[in-house]
């Protein structure tokens, strides 16, 4: 994976208000372009960001990307472990589901 598009919701936002989803979609896209920071970096931030803010589904789709990106499992097991320092039990919770055997198991939401 080398370039990541923008989620899904901006195509609402962009059919409701193109000026203001056109706006998004450009921020998203420069903010995941090519530059320092790996990709798979980026998302396991991504990743971090949506766990701190409850958001299970993001935290699927963001760990599937950046499996896609080249994150290894145990580079996942890593970002869990800086969520739950930092983000707590109820962070870890909602990214957990991003591993296949967790979910249904009342983690993640999903």
């Known amino acids: 994976m080398s370039h990541v598009s923008a989620p899904g919701f901006v195509d609402v936002i962009r059919a409701r208000q193109p000026e203001v989803g056109d706006a998004v979609a450009r921020l998203f896209e420069a903010a995941f372009a090519p530059g320092e920071l790996p990709l798979k970096i980026k998302l396991l931030i991504a990743l971090a960001i949506d766990a701190a803010g409850r958001h299970p589904n993001g935290c699927l789709h963001i760990a599937d990307m950046a499996r896609e990106a080249g994150a290894t499992e145990r580079e996942l097991d ?7 320092a930092l983000c707590g039990t109820g962070g870890l919770a909602t990214a957990s589901g991003v591993f296949p055997q967790l979910r249904g198991a009342g983690f993640g939401g999903l």
Do not use: G, N, Y
Not at 78 to 84: D, F, K, P, Q
């Open 78 to 84: 890593e970002t869990l472990a800086v969520i739950a």
